[in-house]
Nanobody, 120 residues
Framework: QVQLVESGGGLVQPGGSLRLTCVAS????????MNWYRQAPGKQRELVAV???????DYTDSVKGRFTVSRDNTKNTMYLQMNSLKPEDTAVYYC??????????????WGQGTQVTVSS
């Protein structure tokens, strides 16, 4: 079995910072593209940041210059450093990964989500 577990969410004031972590565990032969999504109340889930297996990155426009995605392949871990947080960043943040698991097939996995609340 493969699991993705996020951590690092919480309550932060506007202008503050948080660092989210996503750890992939289980039988994993290769960890390919990894993504951070978020979903705010009453809104659709949106793609926030992408990092491929060569650490090429991309971001949605609203977080460019404020968020940084990175990964440590030795630890099967992805990070999202979030700076200059705004109230509109409030959402549940989800980790998503495309990986080759025990079946030797490439599959899509999701974490359970971590709440980020930006409020004074």
């Amino acid at each position: 079995q493969v699991q993705l577990v996020e951590s690092g969410g919480g309550l932060v004031q506007p202008g503050g910072s948080l660092r989210l972590t996503c750890v992939a565990s289980g039988t994993i032969f290769s960890l390919n593209t990894m993504n951070w999504y978020r979903q705010a109340p009453g809104k659709q889930r949106e793609l926030v940041a992408v990092i491929d297996d060569h650490s090429n990155t991309d971001y949605t426009d609203s977080v460019k210059g404020r968020f940084t995605v990175s990964r440590d392949n030795t630890k099967n871990t992805m990070y999202l450093q979030m700076n200059s947080l705004k109230p509109e960043d409030t959402a549940v943040y989800y980790c998503n990964a495309l990986l080759t698991d025990w079946s030797h097939r490439e599959r899509d996995y999701w974490g359970q989500g971590t709440q980020v609340t930006v409020s004074s």
